[in-house]
């Protein structure tokens, strides 16, 4: 068969989030969340929008199981909600929450699609954030312990589990901006947001472990950062960003200790009491996979008087301006070699480091349905593009193991609420009617042949 084909044994997948599609936030026990609270604040989520209703998925997961099925999904990335198990972060287990979980995870197993968990994808019980959220120690000790009680009862049937869902929209976005939950413009917090969130994931995959449940991994929205010149002043602003958006996780995560011009970063806004003894260590376990979430490069120059980004503690003095060319619904450059580059690149620095692509997609305008078909070709584009990068990281040598398509279906998209659509299913929010997009079907075909025409 001609065209690009995958290794044998490639996952093929689609991933989404608790908050995103679950609904039903008041439902069978749940406790609020910090998306609840911060979706509540005016201002807050485009149009005031808010996940209590979100996709409905929470009532409707066995007829999404079986739309994943006609798609041919090998697996399926979800989250489960810890205010659904936990209600107030810690305590007294709601067994109404397991049970749901219970039912979606027996769903897949029956339509022999793997369940892949994620424990922590942003909805943090409120009562954890009234404590200090994750700029406190206590809250990584609290996600072991969840983490314990989850894999206890799932690690029957869950083989793949991934701890904490992009550490750096939690800890930066949430802390240090202030654009997602819990909306706190503080960088001192977001440093220590940054260490909690690692530390949790590290006692979170002792616990999984200790549970004797299968693989454990961690998804990080790692970026390609590229220069606009090859002028010092430019290297510099990159060898900063970088270390921003990547190396103060991975290094810690694959060898235990965090960079020294990250130290050197973060003691400029706060000092480092929340770093332990023994923390490098517990940060430090054996990952079987590492999950990347991956959706465009960052370029960044440096520019004097330039205000930086929030988002980036210590980026005064830069700009974050990508070069011409067609961008996504999000303003997000397209460029798939970007992708290369970053598989590339940790194939180099983290010598057989074995890699997932646990979220890769792409906001369009496709909102309407016209004669039972939503024809996004643009998309499509996208998703190719991106494809035969990473077909091209393997034949390069990189260790990828699959491929999960952000996402199933339209949802709740954070802060800008139900106005961007990066699913390859559409959703209809009034009738919550699902209709697979030219995507889907485009898709459904990759997955049958393991590969591109």
């Given at each position: 068969m001609s065209g690009l084909r995958f290794p044998d044994g490639f996952v093929w997948g689609a991933a989404t989030a608790s908050y995103q599609i679950e609904g039903s936030t008041e439902q069978d026990g749940r406790g609020p969340s910090i998306w609840d609270t911060f979706s509540a604040v005016p201002d807050a989520v485009t149009d005031g929008h808010t996940g209590e209703v979100a996709c409905e998925h929470y009532l409707r997961y066995a007829d999404d199981v079986a739309l994943m099925s006609s798609l041919g999904?090998?697996?399926?990335?979800?989250?489960?909600?810890?205010?659904?198990?936990?209600?107030?972060?810690?305590?007294?287990?709601?067994?109404?929450g397991l049970d749901f979980y219970d039912r979606l995870i027996?769903?897949?197993?029956?339509?022999?699609?793997?369940?892949?968990?994620?424990?922590?994808?942003?909805?943090?019980?409120?009562?954890?954030?009234?404590?200090?959220?994750?700029a406190a120690r206590e809250t990584a000790e609290r996600f072991a312990e969840y983490a314990a009680v989850v894999a206890a009862k799932f690690g029957d049937r869950v083989r793949s589990w991934f701890t904490i869902n992009e550490p750096w929209c939690a800890a930066f976005l949430g802390y240090a901006s202030g654009d997602h939950a819990p909306g706190i413009t503080a960088p001192a917090q977001a440093f220590a947001a940054v260490h909690h969130l690692l530390l949790g994931h590290g006692l979170a995959a002792q616990a999984i472990r200790a549970a004797g449940?299968?693989?454990?991994?961690?998804?990080?929205?790692?970026?390609?950062?590229?220069?606009?010149?090859?002028?010092?002043?430019?290297?510099a602003a990159v060898e900063q960003i970088d270390g921003l958006s990547n190396r103060i996780f991975l290094e810690p995560l694959l060898r235990g200790e965090y960079p020294d011009d990250m130290l050197t970063l973060a003691e400029r806004f706060t000092p480092l009491w929340y770093v332990k003894s023994g923390d490098g260590a517990i940060i430090k376990q054996p990952l079987d996979v590492l999950g990347i979430n991956y959706y465009t490069?960052?370029?960044?120059?440096a520019r004097r008087n330039a205000p930086g980004s929030p988002a980036h503690p210590g980026s005064e003095g830069m700009d974050f301006t990508a070069p011409n060319g067609p961008v996504t619904e999000m303003g997000w450059r397209v460029d798939p070699t970007g992708l290369t580059d970053l598989l590339l690149r940790l194939h180099k620095d983290y010598e057989g480091l074995p890699v997932m692509i646990t979220e890769n997609g792409a906001a369009y305008a496709d909102s309407a349905v016209v004669d039972g078909q939503v024809?996004?070709?643009?998309?499509?584009?996208?998703?190719?593009?991106?494809l035969r990068a990473a077909h091209a990281a393997i034949s390069a040598g990189a260790d990828l193991r699959g491929y999960l398509a952000w996402s199933l279906m339209d949802n709740f998209e954070w802060a800008f609420g139900y106005t961007?659509?990066?699913?390859?299913?559409?959703?209809?929010?009034?009738?919550?009617?699902?209709?697979?997009?030219?995507?889907?079907?485009?898709?459904?075909?990759?997955?049958?042949?393991?590969?591109?025409a």
């Open positions: 999904l090998d697996a399926y990335r979800f989250s489960i909600a810890w205010p659904r198990i936990q209600p107030s972060g810690s305590g007294p287990v709601n067994s109404r027996d769903e897949l197993c029956a339509a022999g699609i793997s369940p892949m968990a994620t424990l922590y994808h942003w909805d943090l019980p409120q009562a954890l954030q009234n404590r200090g959220g994750w449940a299968g693989e454990v991994s961690i998804a990080l929205n790692c970026t390609s950062v590229r220069p606009a010149t090859d002028n010092d002043e430019d290297l490069p960052t370029w960044v120059r024809q996004d070709v643009d998309r499509i584009a996208y998703l190719d593009g991106h961007r659509r990066f699913g390859i299913v559409h959703v209809d929010y009034a009738t919550q009617r699902r209709t697979p997009k030219a995507s889907a079907d485009w898709y459904r075909k990759v997955i049958s042949q393991n590969g591109l």
